[in-house]
């Protein structure tokens, strides 16, 4: 028989979850999310489980975001709005990272190795984020046409300075030291620590368990470089962040702008707006109710599918976006994006 996609167990005072797809670097789908959801409604209220630990199986990462090919095949096969199968994953997807912002008890996830775009709405809102040397983490949506969600942009909004914005717009990969600076992670445990740490969390609260192997973190090369990404991402157009950067004086400026051009055009348009507005937000439901729009909307854009179709189907990594450029994005293709869906909201309300 084949093993769950998720295994979920309760013992020596842990929840602990492991997300088991390895040869999809653990690639988030429906049927784990709503096992996921359960498990952790369950355990909320359980005496016997003091502390949620989440990990991801295999060596290449703790989760390398939702499975987009499902969602290239919803798609292309016209399957789109919030009752389709994707748009009722993505529901039940934020209904997910809502809860574990706020789950009531110790969330401790080891953001090991790959952790993108669905990985980050699993780890990022948690109470404990442990990284290791191997992380690589990064919100990659405007790549495939998509906008970053699972309450990405609560977390892009609030790093220090513009550093959310380059990640976002650029999908530069954070270390393990940037993550950490930028507010996306807790605390650096090397990898060879880390069976040891989840033995010790059976028996120690969660704060000595954690302290008795996280080192300091490595430094952040994006921390270091806030100069020019603040001066050049604090812009209020996509256009106006790219000539910043092409005017700028470290040469990583002009290859954040070559990166960005890369990418699709309206996405990026639609994410810089999602950032600002999230950065406003009073709380995660907020956004991701706002995100919910965006992505429903995505969902049926020319450019989520073109974008997934170069990158995963044909990988002939040579998307053809629509419009072709930032300049040919009108304000209102920008806006149709934020449209409310009236009965079909997320509607999620925070509890404060």
């Not at 983490?137 to 790549?143: Q, R």
């Not at 999908?171 to 940037?178: E, H, K, N, S, Y």
């Not at 990166?259 to 810089?272: H, N, Y």
């Not at 994005?329 to 997320?346: I, R, W």
């Amino acid at each position: 028989m084949n093993e769950p996609e998720v295994l979920i167990e309760r013992r020596d005072g842990l929840g602990l979850i492991t997300l088991n797809r390895p040869k999809a670097i653990n690639a988030l789908n429906h049927a784990m999310t709503l096992a996921i959801t359960e498990a952790l409604r369950g355990w909320a209220d359980d005496d016997e489980v003091r502390t949620v630990v989440v990990t991801g199986a295999g060596e290449r990462g703790l989760c390398a975001g939702g499975d987009i090919v499902a969602i290239h095949a919803d798609a292309t096969g016209g399957a789109t709005g919030a009752d389709s199968p994707t748009g009722r994953f993505w529901r039940d997807e934020y209904v997910l990272n809502a809860l574990i912002g706020r789950y009531p008890k110790p969330y401790v996830v080891v953001m090991d190795g790959i952790v993108m775009g669905g990985g980050v709405g699993l780890s990022g809102h948690g109470s404990h984020r442990i990284v290791t040397e191997r992380s690589k983490i990064g919100m990659p949506e405007v790549g495939i046409g998509f906008v970053p969600d699972v309450g990405g942009t609560y977390l892009l909004s609030r790093t220090p300075g513009e550093i959310g914005t380059h990640v976002a717009l650029t999908t530069a990969r954070m270390t393990a030291g940037d993550a950490i600076a930028a507010g996306f992670a807790d605390y650096f445990v090397a990898t060879e620590h880390l069976a040891a740490l989840l033995d010790t969390l059976r028996t120690e609260p969660v704060e000595v368990a954690i302290a008795k192997f996280a080192t300091d973190a490595p430094q952040s090369d994006l921390l270091a470089q806030r100069d020019w990404i603040d001066e050049c991402y604090s812009a209020d157009t996509v256009e106006e962040i790219v000539a910043r950067l092409r005017g700028a004086d470290a040469q990583e400026g002009g290859q954040a702008a070559a990166d960005i051009l890369t990418k699709s055009p309206v996405a990026l348009k639609v994410a810089l707006r999602s950032l600002r507005s999230a950065r406003d937000a009073p709380d995660l439901e907020t956004v991701l109710n706002e995100e919910y729009r965006v992505s429903i909307a995505a969902l049926s854009s020319h450019d989520l599918v073109e974008g997934i179709r170069a990158q995963v189907i044909d990988k002939d990594r040579d998307p053809r976006w629509s419009p072709a450029t930032l300049a040919d994005v009108t304000a209102d293709q920008v806006d149709a994006y934020f449209a409310e869906l009236g009965d079909q909201e997320l509607g999620l309300v925070s509890n404060d």
